[in-house]
């Protein structure tokens, strides 16, 4: 099983700030790694694939970057409808599916 | 629109089984398969598992082999995932979501709380 560490655990900043969470998988994926939001008590949202790739309608203050074992995503001015739960999560094991333990974004 | 409407929450003893649906509107339920995610209280995501919708064919996470089945009825547009043997770590929100066909999960259910609790 891939193992996927997400730093930091929480992240502080204010509004306006530029914030970076970091993704570091076990072994390689290559580039088949993606970013979601989620929020408490709504259903996680895909933000990033392939790494780099914003999903439909993704404002463009989301980046993501990396490949292979480090990956980073990039929120370039937070917003107050930003400050929620990021979790990364491979998919080039199949069948073996995993998700980071989660990078929380409070203000 | 597309839609995944799931099941409501349940309270189930250490032992029981949980069998949690996921229905589908708002687009051709065989073109996308199924797949399954949980959250345990304070914990992250965990993927459970997928399906496809097409043949029925499935892949589990391996920590949940031999416990979890999942199906669906294509007649009703609906998924299932039965989780047996239930502990008390299993209490978790379990979501379902549809598989834009790279695996990725685009739209989601709203989520079906299970506690398993004695």
């Known amino acids: 099983e891939i193992v996927l560490t997400q730093s930091p655990a929480t992240l502080s900043v204010s509004p306006g700030e530029r914030g970076t969470l970091s993704c570091r998988a076990s072994?390689?994926?290559?580039?088949?790694l993606a970013w979601y939001q989620h929020k408490a008590g709504q259903a996680p949202r895909l933000l990033i694939y392939?790494?780099?790739t914003r999903d439909t309608d993704i404002a463009a203050r989301f980046s993501g970057s990396g490949s292979g074992t480090e990956f980073t995503l990039t929120i370039s001015s937070l917003q107050s409808e930003d400050f929620a739960v990021y979790y990364c999560?491979?998919?080039?094991?199949?069948?073996?599916?995993?998700f980071g333990g989660g990078t929380k974004v409070e203000i | 629109q597309v839609q995944l409407v799931q099941s409501g929450a349940e309270v189930k003893k250490p032992g029981a089984s949980v069998k949690v649906s996921c229905k589908a509107s708002?687009?051709?339920?065989?073109?996308?398969?199924i797949s399954w995610v949980r959250q345990a209280p304070g914990q992250g995501l965990e993927w459970m598992g997928w399906?496809?919708?097409?043949?029925?064919?499935?892949n589990y996470a391996q920590k949940l082999q031999g416990r979890v089945t999942m199906t669906t009825d294509t007649s009703t547009s609906t998924g299932y995932m039965e989780l047996r043997s239930l502990r008390s770590d299993d209490t978790a929100m379990y979501y379902c979501?549809?598989?834009?066909?790279?695996?990725?999960?685009?739209?989601w259910g709203q989520g079906t709380l299970v506690t398993v609790s004695s």
């Open positions: 399906i496809s919708t097409y043949n029925g064919n499935t």
């Open positions: 979501a549809r598989d834009r066909g790279d695996l990725l999960s685009d739209f």
């Open positions: 072994q390689s994926v290559g580039s088949k």
């Open positions: 708002g687009y051709t339920f065989t073109n996308y398969p």
């Open positions: 999560q491979q998919y080039n094991n199949w069948p073996a599916l995993t």
């Open positions: 392939g790494a780099s």
